[in-house]
């Protein structure tokens, strides 16, 4: 049961990071079609980014939002200067349908080239700002602790702000209608161009999130080369790709089943397994409901 | 004469590849080497995004499948030399008919993503198998040279020849390939597969088999990359050679074979430029991180103001000027109103 429990506990907290990638995901490919493979390195640039603040401000408090409004401004120049100039150039021949896949390499290579020449190669740490001894109940030692808890109601509150955007205010409505029907949209009067880089904004800033809370909550060490975040952006997309790569609640619903399922890995079978089982789930979601579970079906064509 | 033969091409510069190989230093000729292995690599890249449409992000994974396949045999069967290289060549093409299976049924983002899903992962399933030695990975050892060659015939020199032999043998096949009824059909899927299925194509079937013959060369590749190195480990088959080929073939362009020195050269000669300025400000922040800062920048450039590679971009010019353009594969197909075409 104690088991079970920890199971339970450990798949919810990673999934509340693994959907923060999701979002950011998903929102990119709704505003641009672009999957966005730079995503792991744009993140890490944020948390080096946070660890800069705070070692600046000296306040993680402070640190966390300014950072993720840096990462914001950031996805949005990058949406605005590459991607912009990417769908003036490259739309004939072959190259036209992985230009942007292949753009967005590029990106993830630049990103990780400045981060070594700006902090260089070695270890950099980002001290977690909570404790991480588990609660206790009585005499048992949960597996939760003050700083995963706190980001999982960071996560949760992120959740409902996008959806309140999303779902309650013209802006949403705009976003919602440009990734739905570009064309009509724009007759509609809205600015199309406008609303997809305020798209990669939002999605810059979850981002951001996810690559600060991943440090803090786990190692807190950063390196260039992290795997750690080149996983990250695997399952990050396993779980955008769970849930149909179109849909919010998808995402997050994606990455509920992945933490879980790793989670369940990690513990009942062997650590050593959780990539080999992601992998795995994914060619299986894409062969069985290569829509995924909350999609689309037009949505699978790119 | 070398446009209707282009076997004499292929054997002129091969040619010129053994009296230049004769003539330069140890690194050098290890330098050589690594051009051909990166040759055949971005061939079978170039095969896959540019003819069928489909990318891998990846390849680096299948590469990795050839090395130690190769390694496995020359260690457990003491296999003769070109035998590991058959079989690294199947073992791998098996493992991209497997994935191309997956693949075809996927479009770009999604299979983007699995690849490169695959490459990140290749550790730690390396890790999960005790044959493959996990992190140190196993050795493979294709012996010294046949003393037949003469005393100073290097260890690195017999490298280059391998190499070069399989990498001019590979690449004309692969020319002769995508210039056959298979290559017609996969630029005809690519283009427009509604077009092309209409016209009696087999998408499915097709995507899959390029996946295969581009995952039998990458095969290859990885065999001859393990025997330069002496090892099939996961630090030889790392993620940034997945991305080098895709970098080498976005450089080389996508849609002909014709720019494929362009990117294997390029890749290795960055290096060594940025080794060049490093020495020059004598910083090591430089040396380290200056070569990915090149290549990611020549990508992106690349990717924005010749998004088809140097080659296409001169038959364009050229054809613009009035000459005859190189004709490409068009269908259409008429079903009522409608019309399909591969010509966009």
Redesign the interface.
């Known amino acids: 049961m104690n088991q079970f429990l920890d199971m339970v506990l450990i798949g919810i907290s990673a999934a509340s990071i693994y959907s923060l990638m999701a979002i950011s995901m998903v929102l990119v490919w709704r505003s641009t079609r672009v999957v966005n493979f730079a995503q792991a390195g744009m993140a890490l640039l944020s948390a080096y980014i946070g660890y800069e603040l705070v070692a600046r401000v000296g306040n993680f408090w402070i640190a966390l939002p300014l950072a993720m409004i840096l990462g914001a401004a950031f996805s949005a120049f990058i949406e605005f200067v590459l991607m912009r100039t990417l769908q003036k150039h490259s739309t004939q021949g072959a190259i036209a349908a992985i230009a942007p896949i292949i753009a967005t390499l590029g990106l993830l290579g630049l990103i990780r080239a400045t981060i070594g020449f700006i902090w260089g190669h070695g270890d950099v740490q980002l001290e977690a700002p909570l404790s991480k001894v588990g609660f206790k109940f009585g005499e048992t030692t949960i597996i939760m602790n003050p700083m995963s808890l706190f980001v999982l109601l960071f996560v949760i509150t992120l959740m409902i702000i996008v959806s309140i955007i999303f779902q309650k205010t013209n802006i949403g409505l705009a976003l919602r209608a440009s990734a739905y029907a570009p064309e009509i949209a724009q007759l509609a009067g809205i600015r199309v161009s406008g609303i997809r880089t305020l798209g990669w904004a939002i999605a810059g800033a979850a981002g951001a999130a996810a690559g600060i809370l991943q440090t803090v909550n786990g190692t807190g060490s950063l390196t260039p080369e992290s795997l750690e975040f080149s996983l990250l952006l695997v399952f990050g997309f396993i779980a955008a790709v769970i849930g149909g790569l179109e849909s919010l609640p998808g995402a997050v619903l994606g990455a509920l089943i992945l933490g879980l399922v790793l989670a369940a890995v990690q513990i009942y079978i062997s650590g050593a397994l959780v990539f080999i089982v992601a992998f795995l789930l994914l060619l299986l979601v894409l062969i069985l409901r290569p829509q995924g579970f909350l999609g689309s079906k037009a949505g699978r064509r790119a | 004469m070398l446009k209707k033969h282009p076997i004499i091409t292929f054997i002129f510069f091969g040619f010129i590849l053994f009296l230049i190989s004769n003539r330069l230093d140890e690194l050098r000729v290890y330098q050589g080497a690594t051009v051909a292995i990166y040759a055949i690599g971005i061939g079978s890249l170039i095969l896959l ?3 069928s ?1 489909q ?1 891998s ?1 990846g390849h680096g994974a299948l590469l990795a499948i050839g090395g130690y396949a190769a390694a496995l045999a020359r260690i457990y069967y003491d296999a003769p030399v070109w035998l590991t290289f058959v079989i690294a060549v199947l073992a791998a093409a098996i493992g991209g008919a497997l994935l191309g299976l ?1 693949a075809a ?6 299979l ?3 690849t ?3 490459a ?2 290749l ?3 390396a ?2 198998f005790s044959i493959l030695g996990g992190e140190q990975g196993i050795t493979f050892d294709i012996g010294l040279p046949p003393a037949s060659l003469g005393e100073d015939f290097t260890q690195y020199k017999w490298f280059f020849w391998i190499c070069w032999l399989a990498a001019l043998i590979a690449l004309y096949w692969l020319r002769n390939v995508m210039n056959s009824r298979y290559g017609r059909s996969w630029k005809a899927v ?1 283009s427009n597969d509604v077009a092309a299925e209409l016209a009696g194509i087999h998408v499915g079937r097709n995507k899959v088999l390029a996946f295969t013959i581009s995952a039998g060369l990458a095969g290859l590749a990885g065999a001859l990359l393990a025997m330069t190195i002496n090892l099939a480990s996961p630090g030889v088959f790392p ?1 940034a050679l997945s ?1 080098s080929l ?2 080498g073939a ?1 450089l080389s362009g ?2 002909t074979l014709g720019g494929v020195m362009i990117g294997s050269v390029t890749l290795v000669a960055i290096p060594e430029i940025a080794l060049a300025i490093a020495n020059r400000y004598g910083s090591e ?1 430089i040396t ?3 070569p ?2 090149l ?3 020549l ?2 450039l690349t ?3 010749v ?3 140097p080659v ?1 971009q001169m038959h364009a010019k050229r054809a613009k000027r009035g000459h005859a353009s190189h004709s490409p594969v068009e269908i259409s197909v008429r079903v009522g109103s409608k019309t399909w075409s591969t010509k ?1």
């Open positions: 995004i540019g003819y449409g990318v992000l997956a049924r996927l479009s770009g983002p999604y983007a993503g699995t490169l899903a695959l990140i992962g550790p730690s399933i890790n999960q690519r993620l991305f895709a970098t976005v996508v849609t922040t380290t991180n200056l990915g800062l290549v990611s920048a990508l992106i990717v924005l103001f998004p088809n590679g296409e966009k």
